[in-house]
């Protein structure tokens, strides 16, 4: 295992510049910035989880885009400004362009656009290094570590407030649905489809041809439907065609019945 | 802005002075104290949002909200950190980061309500052009028949799922993300520019905050909605311009066409706006007689972007401005000659305003207006000193009483509504300009006062700009259109419930897509984003909407057999709710319908479910609320 970091490590120091005149960019941030552009690629290709996905995609997309505009911002808020305004900017034009390719917006084509867009900016930056000093991060923590705490807690409040929302939103879902559907019919029967959420009872289905007296009556059929819901599926026997009118009616006589009607033949 | 940069004569007369206890750094002592006061700030902004999950969480529980608890959260996320940032005690850049700060904020309250889905009419509009991309893989077509001339104008819907393929978010989540980074470029785009025309920071944040207050902020501007993306795309696009290398010549125009055809891309009304700003600023610099390089051939080559692209969506965009100008233009008319009104802080439906909420938002207008006299005045007269910007945003603001008074009919309240984004540009700059001028001139009088006394103008400021925010909120939208809640018929956010998701979800399921459907304008819009069919329309369709709303809401006639077989309609979805309320919003399915402007009651539900007797029209789905009928198998005559 000490070896293989030692191999690493020696390859490491040893990949050569790229061979671009003038390059200025040090080697390691050229490599790692590189590689950023090839994960979000190699990401969008496996399809990986967004709770993945979006962190690195958003830090290459910065990075790449902080890049661009570095010789034109004079101040950090300029910069985010430029840096948001480009990225929107450039994802348009090129999905314009790519709406002309026989590809289209696609995830290929969307990835093959990063990989053309970041490393054109990379070679058009190259000779743009980026100095991050570890003495300026211990300064800039030293300096606000109380407001970051401040921050964290507000963060932590933040999510509590998403997590107070969803749980409406899952309440909300659960509430009592039942719902009646046609799923196929021919001649001989028609298919049918109970959708239930949070609801319990005991049910009946009936069908009748054009008014003519009862001709089915199924068997009682039992619904316990928690919030996660419940489907069943029936089929219903007819003996003519006709237009014929199927109930879903509780047996215990409580107002929740549902009505389809179907032409048979 | 080139002639009206920091350091530019016209400009530094607008600059506030230098403040002793504005730089931000003070005693060790100071400077720990105002950290713990920021932290307060940061913390109770994280518990306004709270308050709004809150909200959020009672309106799907309980069915209710509270207005009040409503503006309350708001403002608690609002008004501390204006204060901050008004307060003079931080640095520049701890404004802006505190204005961000606070903006994404009052955004992610909008996020709060709607957590896992869109809600409003344009919202789902667009998610339905966004599918339509995602499952094409191509721009324009097919077309949405709802709102046609957004299918031309896919610019959000190419950012949103270009997020969307690229990480694996849902397209709501990337819809989000897109909303906060467009939040974020209006707020540094309006503090930057605002910066460049006056050479002041506290004037641009103030401009900020002031910006804030226009009632598109909570309600249209914080949608999934193409608009949402042009502004910021709009403001950031005179941001290029203004920074761009002059000696550069054509070349340096290259970044703002960019950007400006970017914006043409995504909406129509906006890429205009920017147009005759572009004309009025030309104009402006021949009053003043301060040339700016290139703007002529700026504004000369985005008219052109504008006509190509208005040729390319002729077949829609041109009829949708015209409709839209042309009916304004018409209700205002009939106003005048003593023609029925709009009813204000009521709804069809009968709901009213509670009586608070009106006295706040007159008391707004009241407010801006009061303020708009004195600072119009001095911005007019020191017209030579503003500058050709300067200029053109003092004249945009004087258009501020269109605003309010738009309000006054039905058909010129949207136009009103829409133009507050610019005209609230103008707003800002004026009264911002005015407010740090005026301060100046009194320092020398402040100066003999006690620290309390220097207080009172800044905390007047404060509380001004909140009871403005409040009521530019209630001005934007009735209360219950911010949050969820009970249902309520036609009433968007509203009625689009879990029944009606429910019935959308079947239609994906069991209905091919691009089959023709008619229902009522909530069932409409959840069949055309969640199931992809092809809602009939006469603005898409070229049919008598007239005659297609009749299949929901008459009663039987002959002519409706002939309807459905003259615009193939396939499908109806019936909401009997329908019955229970006039709706809300004024119009069951679209302007010109069955008793359109006339009806006193709500359809029968007879009307509603007529297709029960027809032969050949069957009734496959049905929820207890939402019934579909398959209307494929009616006989059609020849």
Redesign the interface.
Known sequence: MHRLAELVMAWWERVPSPRLKQSTMPRRELIVRAALNVA?VVA?AA????WF??PL??VGVAATAELAVRN?SA????K??LI??A???A??????FL?FTP?????V???AS?LVVSTGVLVWRRNSATLIRREDIKLYILHHW??G???I???A??V???Y??????W???Q?P??????VSKNANQVVVKI?AISTTGTYRIVAQSNNRPLHYSSSPILVNADGDGETLVENVPVNMPG?WIIHLNSVNGSN?S??????VG | MPGSGPGSQQLESYAAAPDSSGDGHGSPKRN?SL??W???V??L???G??G???I??????AGASSPALFYLTLSLIYAPSAALILSGKLS??AK?GFALYMSLAVH?TR???Y??DFGYHDELVHQAIAAA?DQ?????HPLNTILPEASYY??ME??T???Q??????LH?AGW?MLA??D??TV??I??LMRRITGNMNVACLAALIYMCNQELLNFNSQFSYAS?AL??AL?CI??FA?RDESAKLRGLIPAM??F??LE??HHITSLAVVILLWAWNRATQVTGRRVPQLYVFFALSILVVAVWTWFARAYVITYIQAAVSSAADSVYKLLNGGSSRKLFATPAGYKTPEWEVIVSFGSVLLILFILVPAGLYAIRRWRLVGAVGLVLTLTALAYPVVPFGHLTDNSSEIADRSAVFIFGGVAYVVSIWWFRQLRTQRSERRSLSNQNRLRPTVALVLGLTFCFVGGGIIGDSDWAYT?GSYMVIADNRSI???AL??GS?EAA?IKQGSRVVSDRDNDLVSQAYAGLHVVTAEADHVDGGAVSNLLLRYLAPSDIDTICADHVQYLISDVRLSTSLPELGIYIDQGEYLDGTRTAPPAVADLTKF?QV??????????AIRIYNLK?LTCTG
């Open positions: 979000i969008i399809g990986l989880s967004a996905a979006t995609f958003l034109y101040n950090g808020v300029e985010i400004l948001c305004g990225a929107v900017t994802f348009i034009l090129v999905g314009l709406n590809l289209g917006l696609t995830r084509s969307w990835g990063w109380v407001i705490l401040y921050g807690a507000a963060l409040i933040f509590g407030a998403v107070l929302a969803m749980a409406g939103v309440s909300s879902n509430r649905m039942l719902a009646f559907s046609l959708n237009r929740s549902r009505e389809l009607i179907i032409d | 720990r950290t713990h920021a932290g307060l940061i913390l902004t994280a518990v949002t709270l709004q999950a809150w959020s969480y009672e309106g799907r529980t520049d850049n802006v992610a996020f709060l309500q957590p896992s991309i094409t893989g191509h721009l324009f896919p610019g190419i950012f799922t270009g997020l393929h690229m990480t694996g978010m849902s989540s993300v980074i467009a974020a470029i540094l785009a503090i930057q993306l910021p795309l950031f941001y290029v920074m960019a950007v055809v970017a891309a995504t969820p419930d879990q029944l429910a019935a079947w069991n029960d032969p050949g029209a069957e009734r496959i789905y049905d929820n207890g198998g």
